[in-house]
């Protein structure tokens, strides 16, 4: 237990984002579950337009910030110092720091839905309900007078810490510790497109940050940074939030490019092709996706020519993201294709991808998107791109990097279960959104009138939301069976050729017994020029120094949640308490001896 | 299997008739040339589907590994097809946003001259229209004249809606302190039917509205109506008493009828015998409604601001007769 609480291994720090945000992902999806059971038929069945809202803007805060980003950065800590070659991140203490202020902060968010009575509520949840994307002047006071914003833009900055924290620590480890011999064109996909994502992490979420602030200001100060009646302007809050959160977007879909690329080539058994491209094409994504906010907004109404710029920065978009898909589509040709439970989950990935793309041209066009934007075609193309491509692409990297994580195989019979009702349930669930939107459903909306003609179609997407839920179901019994008796995986069960494979599984807690010399982007492979690498000697041959934990991270985190709870209960001195608790953790950390 | 569920939700949808709030049956040339320019995109998008999905396809099933095979030849790239693959999606975008501009241009919301001006506002949650050339004023159905270029310009009383009536164009949205325009040329009479599409809070999913086109003639016939006065109940008639009770009661402090009450928080009521729908178009103008209505609307739409009231059977009854008498 205290091994864990003040542990700065990179390898458990991952398996506690992984588990962590699993546990989220499963509330994100249960909150999904009442939201569909809610819209299967119209008018409802029973859920109060209160409860709905709160639900609603949960489950896509929770699925955000606590579920994708977490589980993408599970695998950033476990993999990314395996496959650079490193004994661990630049940073082992400040790393543990951002998982704790991650998990903290989703407490912090989550104790909403039962602090009700704290607040002489009335009630016991008080959630946030103003949506994931919290539009002014909705969020004002006046609007919302209750604690529930407060939790949510008081949470966000929290997390928002975690997430610029491990931002700084993946640049840093990934620029300076790679190999000797791994330049940067060596570096695999997934660590590329890692280090893209950290980027926009640290370029983004100060703007979230700031925009925050300004709310607070607005909610504790009584400022009108965002209040119409005061001078201000609420649709500069949709302009800070979306210029956070369009990248953001690129924050959630990266990651998972970078697993694709890298499962794709291993069952492929050929290497990536057009790696260059690939990882040029992300760069490019990246610095693209800060062009593109404003194609959310499309019906404030901002005038022809903002309209047009943002629609041609948008459209271009399209063309990075289909050379993906085509050198993708590339790697497989002419390989020799293993169907195993990731391998399907990264096709599946590469083939839903390209619905959300498509369904994502047709609103960069600002007409079309006029009788698109705020209806359920939006909420199918965002799962598209988010589950058919995030999810399925993190669910590849779980069955790919399992045996490396726990040194145990998932069972692939149960995995291909859980990939065809995923698959058939995310179709069955999204699909017909499509329809439903077009035929003038929008969304966040609780109940819809029987004359509108889409409740078949909310009965379809009600039952496949079901049909994941159930495949979550089988992940889970696959997962409780593998902890029991799942096969040994050995150092290499797929044939992969990454560093990653070079070592026993789960590997040591020094990673390499010797740090190898990287020659090619295939180490582990047979090319034209290179030979495989050498194996690695199962032992060290002389000691490794591994630091050992600290408690000063889990206590410095402490402080952060403490500010928050100090705020929302207007008790300047918890506030003082926390601020005091964050100074002084820093500074022990700071001074902390190197041996403990 | 999406293109299975392309064709049965093609089907599905194909009669129009149903569906009240369809993108799919334009209704002016606004939502005209919405609909070509969808339709243009999503010819596009099939061809694309198509090509890429068939190419994946192709590539699992003839590349699947077979027992005893070589090693692949590991081919890292090929310049030519990437800058094949690069061009060939950027063209078809070329086909895409040229007709993506030409039509944004068009459908930037100035209507020409001899427009009629409606104004809408947006509160939480119910619809706000006043005519300020013809100086009436209504809410939440809103009636036009086909044929007539109408210049709609928008703002909120309070938070950010957006005004959406499908077969009529695209949304907008209504933000305080600021003015939106759309603007548009109903070609044909009916009643059709839209909602707030931006979240607006808790009864978001209850601000509905109803747009009634109606020929010439009866549009002026509509207008001479509002225009008029309110109808005065005879005397002795249970239209009367309701309008004694409606003068004693807490209904004077937020709803407006000429000659009897000055509030201006909720809907004005001159005329909401008249009306089709109650609440926002979400439940028909009938007594049974309006008695449910009155005695607790929050019930029947949550965070609704009029308070429920305690009126016994009778003046209830008599409430209900007045209102509905106001046509």
Redesign the interface.
């Known amino acids: 237990m205290k091994s864990w609480l003040t542990t700065t291994d990179h390898k458990r720090i991952g398996l506690l984002y992984f588990w962590t945000a699993f546990v989220f992902f499963l509330i994100g999806g249960l909150e999904a579950l009442i939201i569909r059971a809610q819209l299967a038929r119209p008018e409802g069945l029973g859920v109060?337009?209160?409860t709905y809202?709160q639900l609603f803007t949960m489950h896509g805060t929770t699925m955000v910030f606590l579920a994708l980003m977490p589980l993408s950065a599970a695998f950033f800590n476990y993999i990314i110092p395996l496959q650079i070659g490193a004994r661990d991140v630049a940073f082992p203490r400040l790393n543990a720091f951002s998982y704790w202020v991650f998990l903290l902060g989703g407490l912090f968010m989550n104790a909403s839905f039962i602090a009700g009575p704290l607040f002489g509520a009335g009630r016991l949840s008080v959630a946030p309900?103003?949506?994931w994307f919290g539009?002014a002047?909705?969020t004002s006071k006046q609007?919302s007078p209750g604690p529930n914003i407060d939790f949510w833009l008081l949470g966000l900055q929290v997390l928002g810490i975690a997430s610029l924290a491990a931002g700084f620590n993946f640049i840093v480890t990934i620029l300076n510790m790679r190999a000797p011999g791994m330049r940067m064109l060596r570096l695999p996909a997934f660590s590329w497109m890692t280090l893209v994502t950290q980027f926009l992490v640290i370029t983004a979420f100060p703007v979230i940050t700031v925009a925050l602030v300004l709310l607070m200001f607005d909610r504790f100060f009584g400022t009108h940074f965002f209040i119409?009646?005061g001078g201000g302007?609420?649709?500069l809050w949709q302009h800070l939030f979306w210029l956070f959160g369009h990248p953001e977007v690129y924050i959630l879909i990266l990651p998972a490019m970078g697993i694709v690329s890298e499962v794709l080539p291993t069952f492929?058994?050929?290497?990536l092709?057009?790696?260059?491209?690939v990882v040029y094409s992300g760069v490019l994504i990246g610095f693209m996706g800060w062009g593109v906010w404003s194609h959310h907004m499309f019906?404030?109404?901002l005038?022809?020519i903002a309209?047009?710029v943002f629609?041609?920065t948008t459209?271009?978009i399209?063309?990075p993201t289909?050379?993906k898909?085509?050198?993708w589509?590339?790697t497989?040709?002419?390989?020799?294709?293993?169907?195993t439970t990731a391998m399907l989950f990264a096709?599946g990935f590469?083939?839903m991808f390209?619905?959300g793309g498509?369904?994502g041209?047709?609103h960069?066009?600002?007409?079309?998107?006029?009788?698109q934007?705020?209806?359920y075609y939006v909420v199918a193309h965002i799962h598209y791109v988010l589950f058919g491509g995030t999810m399925l692409g993190l669910f590849a990297g779980m069955y790919y990097w399992w045996p490396k994580m726990t040194g145990r195989q998932l069972s692939e019979s149960l995995g291909k279960w859980h990939f065809w009702l995923t698959?058939?349930g995310m179709?069955?669930a999204f699909?017909?959104m499509?329809?439903s939107g077009?035929?003038?459903?929008?969304?966040?909306?609780?109940?819809?009138?029987p004359?509108?003609?889409?409740g078949?179609?909310n009965l379809i997407s009600t039952a496949g939301a079901f049909l994941i839920g159930l495949a979550m179901l089988v992940f889970l019994w696959n997962i409780v069976r593998t902890r029991r008796s799942g096969a040994a995986a050995g150092n290499d069960p797929w044939g992969g050729a990454t560093l990653e494979w070079a070592m026993s599984s789960p590997p040591p807690v020094y990673n390499f017994t010797v740090i190898p010399h990287v020659a090619s982007r295939?180490p582990l492979?047979?090319?034209?020029h290179h030979a495989p690498m050498t194996p690695l000697p199962a032992t060290p041959p002389a000691p490794i120094h591994v630091p050992g934990g600290s408690w000063w991270p889990l206590f410095t985190a402490f402080g952060l949640p403490t500010m928050a709870i100090g705020a929302i209960s207007h008790q300047l001195w918890l506030v003082l308490v926390g601020v005091a608790v964050v100074i002084v953790g820093i500074y022990r950390w700071a001074y902390e001896p190197f041996e403990m | 299997m999406p293109l299975v569920l392309v064709a049965v939700l093609l089907v599905l949808t194909a009669c129009s008739g149903p569906f009240p709030q369809s993108v799919f049956a334009p209704k002016s040339d606004f939502s005209t040339e919405i609909d070509s320019l969808f339709w243009n995109i999503f010819w596009w998008a099939v061809v694309v589907f198509l090509i890429v999905e068939t190419l994946l396809v192709v590539a699992i099933a003839r590349y699947r590994a077979r027992p005893g095979a070589a090693t692949p030849k590991p081919v890292h790239g090929h310049t030519a097809l990437e800058i094949g693959w690069t061009l060939a999606p950027a063209l078809i975008l070329v086909f895409i946003a040229v007709p993506t501009m030409r039509t944004i241009f068009a459908t930037a919301g100035h209507a020409p001259e001899g427009a009629l001006r409606v104004e809408v506002i947006g509160h939480q949650w119910w619809w706000e229209y006043r005519y300020p050339t013809l100086e009436i004023s209504t809410s939440n159905e809103l009636h036009l004249p086909v044929g007539t270029p109408i210049q709609v310009e928008m703002t909120s009383a309070d938070v950010i809606h957006s005004f959406w009536v499908p077969a009529l164009g695209g949304k907008r949205d209504l933000t305080q302190g600021r003015t939106t325009r759309i603007a548009f040329r109903a070609d044909s009479s009916g009643e059709y039917w839209g909602q707030c599409a931006e979240f607006c809070g808790v009864s978001h999913a209850n601000m509905r509205l109803r747009v009634v086109v109606q020929p010439d003639s009866a549009f002026q016939r509509w207008v001479d109506r509002q225009r008029a006065a309110p109808v005065a109940p005879a005397r002795g008639s249970l239209e009367e008493k309701g309008q004694q009770i409606f003068r004693r009661s807490a209904c004077i402090a937020c709803h407006t009828i000429a000659g009897v009450s000055p509030g201006k928080v909720g809907p004005d009521l001159n005329h909401v015998g008249s009306r089709a729908t109650i609440a926002g178009a979400l439940f028909p103008n009938n007594s049974e409604s309006l008695h449910r209505w009155i005695a607790n609307a929050p019930s029947l739409k949550p965070g609704a601001l009029m308070p429920p009231q305690n009126f016994s059977a009778e003046d209830l009854d008599a409430l209900v007769a007045y209102l509905q008498s106001l046509k």
Request: proline residues 8%.
């Open positions: 109060s337009a209160e809202n309900d103003a949506g539009y002047n909705l609007f119409p009646a302007d609420p649709i492929s058994r050929k290497p092709f057009g790696y260059t491209v019906s404030v109404g005038g022809p309209d047009s629609a041609g459209m271009l399209a063309v289909g050379v898909i085509f050198n589509i590339g497989l040709w002419g390989g020799q294709i293993r169907f096709i590469i083939a390209i619905i498509l369904s041209v047709s960069a066009s600002p007409p079309a998107d006029l009788q934007t705020d209806t698959l058939i179709n069955l699909f017909p499509h329809f077009l035929l003038g459903m929008p969304r966040r909306i609780y109940t819809y009138a004359e509108l003609g889409v078949g179609l295939v492979w047979q090319t034209e």
